[in-house]
C-alpha cells in the first residue's frame, strides 16, 4: 500500500453546483440527547448547509459522535438513549411517524472513526447495500460497484480482486472502501466521524482528497480532531465544548472566520492549541 | 558463605520454561486420556464389530445379531430433537441478542430459566417427558415422545450459544448496517448470523453429543423396545441405553456393548468433523461470493 501513492491516479468527477450557496439543508432545532437520563448534547440549534463542508471541532466527550449519530437516527439504535429538539432535513422532520428511517438513511451516507468493512468480499460490501435497496440489476450494480470505487480511488488498486476479502485491505483501503460503499447508495449527505484519524499521514491525505473532490456533489459533515485538516477543506467549522459533562455549541461559522478571527474566547483558545 | 544471585533474565527464563513444561504437560495428559479411551474401546469392540453388525438387528436381547433397528431408532429420536428444538432455540436466542435489551427484566427471566433448565438431571427430563408427552399427551412410549423430550433438554444449550455467538459479533456491523439504510432483519440474514455460523456449529454440536449420550430421558419416553420402528409412534431404543442395557443387565452382553460403544463414539466423531467442516466452508463462500 505504502509506496504507490502516486502511482495511481484519482478518477474524474462531474462538477456539481456550486459550492456554499448558503442554502441550509439540515436545519437542528433545540437538539438535546441524553444517555441514561445524563445531558450529552445541550439544545444545539444550528444549520448545514447544502453543497457545503462542515467541520465538527472540539475536545474528546464534547458530543460530537453523538451529534452526527443523531442526524441519521443512529441513536435510535442505542438503548436509553433520548433525543428532543428537531432535526429537518430539506424542511421534513426526521422524528415525523411519516419519516421512515430506511429510506432517511439511505439519503445520509456514514463513515465510521474505524473502517468497518464487513467479513465479506470487496464486491459484496457494496453489492449487499446496493440488493437490499432494491438495486438487483447485475449490470447496474456492477458499473455502480466500478463507479464508486474509482471515485474513491481504489479501482486501480483492487479491479482484479474484487472477490477478495474485504479484511484483507490495508487500513486506508478499508476506510476508502467504506466511503465508497456509503457513496453507492447515491446518497445527498455524508457523515464523517473523524475518517482519517486511523490512517498514517498518506492514506489520510488520499482520504482527503477525496472529501474536497466529493464537495459540491454532496453536504458533507465531518468530525476531525485535525484542525489544520479541517482549515484546508471545511467551508463551515461548528466548535463544541463540554460543559458540566454537557456538550454545548460555542461558535458556528465561516470556516475562515473561525480560525481566524473567533468571537468566543474558547474558540480562539482552542484553534491556537491553547486549550482543549 | 557468598549469596548466589541469580540474575532476572535466568528467572523470567526460568518461570517461562516451568510455565510452558506445565502446559504441555496438561496437553498430554489430556490427550492420553482421550487416545486410552479410544484405544480400550477400538481393542475391546473391533472383534465385534462388521458389517452385520451395523445391518442386523438385535437377537437375544442383544447378545446375537446387530444394532440396526438401535441406529434408525437413535438417528430418529435426534432428528426428531433437533427439528423440534434447533428453531425455537435459535429464534429464541434472535430475540434475547438482537432485540431486548441484555440488563431487560424479560430477557433475564428467559436467561435465568434456561440456567434452571440446563441444570435439571436428565431423569427429572425423563419424568416430565412422560408424565407430558406420553401420557397427558398420548404419545406414549415412542420415538416421537423421546425427541421431544430430548427437544426439551437441547434448549438451554443451544439457546445460550447460540445468543453468545452472537453477541460476539461487533456491534460496529449492525451499526454500518443501520446506517446504510439496512433493516435488522437483513443485518441478522447477512452478516449477524454468518459471522456467528462457528457459535452455531459449536452449539448444535453439543447438543447432537449429549443427544446421543443420552440414556435416562429416553428410557420413560421412548422406551427400549429393540425392534425397528415402524413408525414415530413406535417405541424405539437408543444406542446409549442400548449399550447400557447390554452391559448391566445382559450377561455375556460386554462384547457387543464394546462394539456399540465404538460405533457411538465413531458416530460422534465424525458428525464432529463434518460440522466442523461445514461451518468453515460456510464462512468462506460467505466471504468469497
Ligand atoms: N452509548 C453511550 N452510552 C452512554 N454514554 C455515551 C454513549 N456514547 C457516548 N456517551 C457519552 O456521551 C458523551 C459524548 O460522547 P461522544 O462520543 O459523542 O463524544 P465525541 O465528541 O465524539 O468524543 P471523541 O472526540 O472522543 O470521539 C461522552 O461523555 C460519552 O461518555
Ligand atoms: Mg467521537
Known amino acids: ?276 | 558463605m557468598p549469596e548466589i544471585i541469580i540474575p532476572v533474565s535466568v528467572r523470567q527464563k526460568i518461570r517461562d520454561f516451568s510455565l510452558q513444561s506445565l502446559m504441555y504437560l496438561a496437553v498430554l495428559l489430556v490427550s492420553a486420556v482421550f487416545v486410552w479411551l479410544l484405544a480400550d474401546l477400538v481393542q475391546g469392540g473391533m472383534a465385534h464389530l462388521s458389517w452385520a453388525f451395523l445391518t442386523e438387528s438385535p437377537r437375544d436381547a442383544g447378545r446375537a445379531g446387530g444394532i440396526a433397528s438401535i441406529l434408525v431408532s437413535t438417528l430418529l429420536i435426534l432428528l426428531i430433537a433437533l427439528i423440534a428444538a434447533v428453531p425455537l432455540a435459535w429464534a429464541t436466542a434472535v430475540l434475547l441478542a438482537e432485540f431486548v435489551p441484555i440488563d431487560s427484566r424479560f430477557g433475564r427471566i428467559v436467561r435465568f430459566s434456561l440456567y434452571v433448565l440446563a441444570g435439571v438431571p436428565s431423569i427429572v427430563f425423563g419424568l416430565f417427558g412422560n408424565a407430558f408427552f406420553s401420557i397427558y399427551l398420548g404419545l406414549g412410549f415412542s420415538i416421537l415422545s423421546g425427541g421431544l423430550t430430548l427437544a426439551c433438554m437441547l434448549l438451554p444449550i443451544l439457546t445460550s450459544t447460540a445468543e453468545a455467538g452472537m453477541r460476539a459479533v461487533p456491534d460496529a456491523y449492525r451499526l454500518s448496517a443501520a446506517a446504510l439504510g439496512m433493516t435488522r432483519t437483513a443485518a441478522l440474514i447477512h452478516l449477524i448470523f454468518p459471522a456467528a455460523t462457528p457459535a452455531l456449529a459449536a452449539g448444535l454440536l453439543i447438543g447432537i453429543g449429549r443427544a446421543l449420550a443420552e440414556t435416562a430421558a429416553l428410557l420413560f419416553t421412548s422406551g427400549y423396545v429393540d425392534r425397528m420402528p415402524g413408525s414415530l409412534l413406535d417405541s424405539g431404543r437408543a444406542l446409549a441405553l442400548h449399550i447400557f442395557d447390554l452391559s448391566m443387565n445382559v450377561p455375556g452382553g460386554d462384547m457387543p456393548a464394546y462394539a456399540a460403544a465404538l460405533v457411538l463414539v465413531s458416530l460422534l466423531l465424525g458428525i464432529n468433523s463434518l460440522a466442523m467442516m461445514f461451518a468453515h466452508g460456510l464462512q468462506r463462500r460467505r466471504i468469497l461470493t
Open chain 1, 1 to 276: 500500500m505504502n509506496g504507490n501513492h502516486d502511482a495511481f491516479t484519482l478518477g474524474p468527477l462531474e462538477t456539481g453546483p456550486a459550492c456554499c450557496v448558503p442554502h441550509p439543508l439540515i436545519q437542528v432545532r433545540n437538539l438535546s440527547l441524553q444517555y441514561d437520563g445524563k445531558t450529552a448534547l445541550d439544545t444545539i440549534t444550528l444549520d448545514i448547509y447544502q453543497g457545503c463542508i462542515t467541520a465538527l471541532i472540539g475536545p474528546s466527550g464534547c458530543g460530537k459522535t453523538s451529534f452526527l449519530s443523531t442526524i441519521n437516527r443512529l441513536t435510535d439504535l442505542i438503548p436509553r438513549c433520548n433525543v428532543t429538539g428537531q432535526i429537518l432535513i430539506g424542511g421534513q422532520d426526521i422524528h415525523h411517524p411519516n419519516c421512515d428511517v430506511q429510506t432517511l438513511r439511505r439519503r445520509i451516507g456514514m463513515v465510521f472513526q474505524k473502517p468497518v468493512p464487513f467479513p465479506l468480499s470487496i464486491r459484496r460490501n457494496l453489492s449487499l447495500p446496493l440488493n437490499e435497496h432494491g438495486v438487483t440489476r447485475k449490470d447496474e450494480v456492477a458499473a455502480i460497484i466500478e463507479q464508486v470505487l474509482y471515485d474513491v480511488g481504489l479501482w486501480d488498486e483492487v479491479h482484479d480482486r474484487l472477490d477478495a476479502s474485504a479484511l484483507s485491505l490495508s487500513g486506508g483501503q478499508q476506510q476508502r472502501l467504506c466511503i465508497a460503499r456509503a457513496l453507492a447508495l447515491n446518497p445527498e449527505i455524508l457523515l464523517m466521524d473523524e475518517p482519517c484519524s486511523a490512517l498514517d499521514p498518506m492514506a489520510s491525505g488520499v482520504v482527503e482528497d477525496l472529501i474536497c473532490r466529493l464537495q459540491g456533489r454532496y453536504t458533507i459533515v465531518i468530525v476531525t480532531h485535525n484542525l489544520a485538516q479541517a482549515r484546508r477543506i471545511a467551508n463551515y467549522a461548528a466548535f463544541f465544548w463540554v460543559r458540566e459533562r454537557a456538550g454545548q455549541l460555542v461558535e458556528f461559522g465561516r470556516s475562515q472566520q473561525i480560525f481566524e478571527s473567533p468571537r468566543h474566547e474558547l474558540t480562539a483558545a482552542y484553534v491556537n492549541g491553547s486549550r482543549g
